[in-house]
T-cell receptor
């Protein structure tokens, strides 16, 4: 079954701690994205990547970091610099054509502060 | 920056009533996509509109793209309880590499 797998489903972060959210896809998609979803705010783009070893900042990249060492994987690290990390994080992928292809989403990770 | 405004934010209807959500951009879009997110779930792609004035239908759902390619709407005829969820539009702009999502319209349907 092709799809996007995000883990963990729930994650708790202590003050001053970095945490990493996993995103893996087996759809052979070139592009991958990370979004943050807060109630009433829609989806806001954190980072995106078009090809391996390359990625760009989205609208709210501060306090986050990513890597794209493999086509299938696009992990997101929420650093201690992100002062309000509690949110629902969604990973997505698509064939690359500059926003003209449908995005396929994972089930998401809910991050909370302890 | 580029923004896609979506209204209303919430809509409560009785089962069988119609529902419409609207999206508007101040600048011309190259295309617009629509997604549905069920409660507790993730967004699922519904459709993409590309041409000026385009109208597409999926059973009880009708999607329209304005003539100026700055606005779009999703209309559901005779809502059912299975229609509950949040509907998002997402616009793409020429020369930009990303989608800009509206804030969504949360639909609740009373049986």
């Amino acid at each position: 079954d092709g799809g996007i797998t995000q883990s963990p489903k729930y994650l708790f972060r202590k003050e001053g701690q970095n945490v990493t959210l996993s995103c893996e896809q087996n759809l052979n998609h070139d592009a991958m994205y990370w979004y943050r979803q807060d109630p009433g705010q829609g989806l806001r783009l954190i980072y995106y990547s078009q090809i391996v070893n390359d990625f760009q900042k989205g609208d709210i990249a501060e306090g986050y970091s990513v890597s794209r060492e493999k086509k299938e994987s696009f992990p997101l690290t929420v650093t201690s610099a992100q002062k309000n990390p509690t949110a629902f994080y969604l990973c997505a992928s698509s064939m690359w054509e500059g926003g003209k292809q449908p995005q396929h989403f994972g089930d998401g990770t809910r991050l909370s502060i302890l | 920056g580029q923004q896609v405004m979506q209204i209303p934010q919430y809509q409560h209807v009785q089962e069988g009533e119609d529902f419409t959500t609207y999206c508007n951009s101040s600048t011309t879009l190259s295309n617009i996509q629509w997604y549905k997110q069920r409660p507790g779930g993730h967004p699922v792609f519904l459709i993409q509109l590309v041409k000026s004035g385009e109208v597409k239908k999926q059973k009880r759902l009708t999607f329209q793209f304005g003539e100026a390619k700055k606005n779009s709407s999703l209309h559901i005829t005779a809502t059912q309880t299975t229609d509950v969820g949040t509907y998002f539009c997402a616009g793409a702009y020429s020369g930009s590499e990303k989608l800009v999502f509206g804030k969504g319209t949360k639909l609740t349907v009373n049986p």
